[in-house]
């Protein structure tokens, strides 16, 4: 089954540095996310990507998040300047249409100290 | 208030038993919902969508009521393997966007 894979599993930053998390969604959807979850609370919407442009973004995706999707095939996450309480699970996710339901990748820890 | 709202649990149940957990969203205007199960430290996984009609995968019961803007999910037989967190999922009217209720925990005992 295919499946959306994200590199790396676990990345350690110190505050102020800038991190790219990357992700490669399933070939033949459309619809890209990212999504975050600090420890132990809930799963949060940052992004969403169609068409080579964000179609929604929410108030957590403020001036120090970026997305891109370079490729065709990467799509990626920039933080540029982290902060402590950037530290969470980063879940990229696809969709083939407006509503299906998204799979998620297995998530990057990001830890900044 | 909170978009999509649920008891956090945890649900302590016997294998065997039936569990129902409930949802609720405040967006009236809401389309699709969805049940996603997540495992400690992992992604969400999606367990089921679902219909206005009801839906029923083998153990598991999906119900929406959209006048009420409640979601139910019913665990038949409850197994070990069960125990993880449900997390409630809905899509708005306008744009991609799904939004997350907090989970609730179930835990399953031999």
């Known amino acids: 089954e295919p499946e959306v894979t994200q590199t790396p599993s676990h990345q350690v930053t110190q505050m102020g540095q800038e991190v790219i998390l990357r992700c490669v969604p399933i070939?033949?959807?459309?619809?890209f996310y990212w999504y975050r979850q600090i420890l132990g609370q809930k799963v949060e919407f940052l992004v969403s990507f169609y068409n080579n442009e964000i179609s929604e973004k929410s108030e957590i995706f403020d001036d120090q998040f970026s997305v891109e999707r370079p490729d065709g095939s990467n799509f990626t996450l920039k933080i540029r300047s982290t902060k402590l309480e950037d530290s969470a699970m980063y879940f990229c996710?696809?969709?083939?249409?407006?509503?299906?339901?998204?799979?998620f990748g297995n998530g990057t820890r990001l830890t900044v100290t | 208030r909170k978009e999509v709202e649920q008891d956090p649990g945890p649900f302590n149940v016997p294998e065997g038993a039936t569990v129902a957990f409930n949802c609720t969203y405040s967006?009236?205007?809401?389309?699709?919902f969805f049940w996603y199960r997540q495992d400690c430290r992992k992604e969400p996984k999606l367990l089921m969508s679902v219909y206005s009609s009801g839906n029923e995968d083998g153990r598991f019961t999906a119900q929406l009521n959209r006048a009420s803007q409640y979601i139910s999910l019913l665990i038949r037989d409850s197994k070990l393997s069960d125990s993880a967190t449900y997390l409630c999922?809905?899509?708005?009217?306008?744009?991609?966007?799904?939004?997350f209720g907090g989970g609730t925990r179930l835990m399953v005992k031999p």
């Open positions: 999922v809905a899509r708005g009217n306008a744009g991609n966007m799904l939004t």
């Open positions: 967006n009236s205007a809401s389309q699709s």
């Open positions: 070939s033949n959807h459309l619809y």
């Open positions: 996710a696809s969709r083939e249409q407006a509503n299906s339901p998204l799979h």
